[in-house]
């Protein structure tokens, strides 16, 4: 057994850390996805992992990935490209929405993604941050909801929690890129996100449309 309890060979990242590199949403990494060769077997590992996010990497060398929730496979997720992006130490990741490019820049990796790559969310503004803070785990109600507040809107800084409300057992998520990158192409603006306990998500809008989602990566427990 370990930190994380997982099998061997699972590399377990932590995405979007706070500036004194606590918090960050936990990622599952399974470096041969060929151990998991099908929807079916990649589906139950991410379930009894547990993550808001496994990604099985399929091509180490071209970053071919396939991600999953405990209870579903998505096209697209910000965490899981950023974490992949860092621990692979590529440029351009593949996706079946598309080609990913990412970078590094000091302490942080970015990557570049289109606003309708992201599965809907539910972007509702509070009044304050008290406001967002007193929510419970979940919020009453249906579907995805990522409640954000401003901080300081002059430059720029959100607080924000995220709520998955479906039954596979993530109550609140972490940190969630996919919903900054939402968040920041409604509002057409650089933003600087505080979600969850602690963790921190940069945003940048970029040329033809698309958004860089940008943070910090560490690695918490590497497979065996």
Same mark, same amino acid.
């Given at each position: 057994?370990?930190?994380? *309890?997982?099998?061997?060979?699972?590399?377990?990242?932590?995405?979007?850390?706070?500036?004194? @590199? %606590?918090?960050?949403?936990?990622? $599952?990494?399974?470096?041969?996805? %060929?151990?998991?060769? *099908?929807? +079916?077997?990649?589906?139950?590992? /991410?379930?009894?992992?547990?993550?808001?996010?496994?990604?099985?990497?399929?091509?180490?060398?071209?970053?071919?990935? *396939?991600?999953?929730?405990?209870?579903?496979?998505?096209?697209?997720?910000?965490?899981?490209?950023?974490?992949? &992006?860092?621990?692979?130490?590529?440029?351009?990741?593949?996706? $079946?929405?598309?080609?990913?490019?990412?970078?590094?820049?000091?302490?942080?990796?970015?990557?570049? &993604? %289109?606003?309708?790559?992201?599965?809907?969310?539910?972007?509702?503004?509070?009044?304050?941050?008290?406001?967002?803070? =007193? #929510?419970? /785990?979940?919020?009453?109600?249906?579907?995805?909801?990522? =409640?954000?507040?401003?901080?300081?809107?002059?430059?720029?800084?959100? %607080? !924000?929690?995220?709520?998955?409300?479906?039954? *596979? @057992?993530?109550?609140?998520?972490?940190?969630?890129? !996919?919903?900054?990158?939402?968040?920041?192409?409604?509002?057409?603006?650089?933003?600087?996100?505080?979600?969850?306990?602690?963790?921190?998500?940069?945003? !940048?809008?970029?040329?033809?449309?698309?958004?860089?989602? @940008?943070?910090?990566? +560490?690695?918490?427990? &590497?497979? #065996?």
């Amino acid at each position: 057994m370990n930190d994380y *309890d997982v099998p061997a060979g699972i590399d377990v990242l932590r995405v979007f850390c706070g500036p004194d @590199g %606590r918090h960050g949403n936990a990622l $599952g990494v399974v470096r041969d996805g %060929r151990g998991h060769p *099908d929807e +079916v077997s990649r589906q139950e590992l /991410a379930r009894k992992l547990g993550f808001s996010e496994t990604v099985f990497v399929d091509d180490p060398e071209r970053g071919h990935l *396939d991600i999953y929730t405990p209870g579903l496979r998505l096209p697209f997720a910000g965490h899981p490209v950023v974490g992949a &992006a860092w621990l692979l130490d590529l440029e351009v990741l593949e996706l $079946g929405v598309g080609e990913v490019f990412a970078r590094q820049d000091g302490e942080f990796s970015w990557i570049t &993604a %289109r606003p309708e790559w992201a599965p809907p969310r539910t972007l509702q503004e509070y009044a304050s941050v008290a406001e967002v803070d =007193a #929510l419970p /785990a979940p919020p009453p109600g249906e579907g995805w909801l990522y =409640a954000w507040a401003w901080e300081d809107e002059a430059a720029g800084r959100v %607080r !924000a929690r995220a709520f998955p409300r479906r039954s *596979d @057992g993530i109550a609140e998520d972490e940190a969630t890129g !996919a919903a900054a990158l939402l968040l920041s192409a409604r509002l057409g603006r650089a933003l600087n996100i505080r979600q969850g306990r602690g963790s921190q998500i940069l945003t !940048a809008p970029a040329p033809a449309g698309t958004v860089e989602i @940008g943070g910090r990566v +560490v690695l918490a427990q &590497a497979g #065996l």
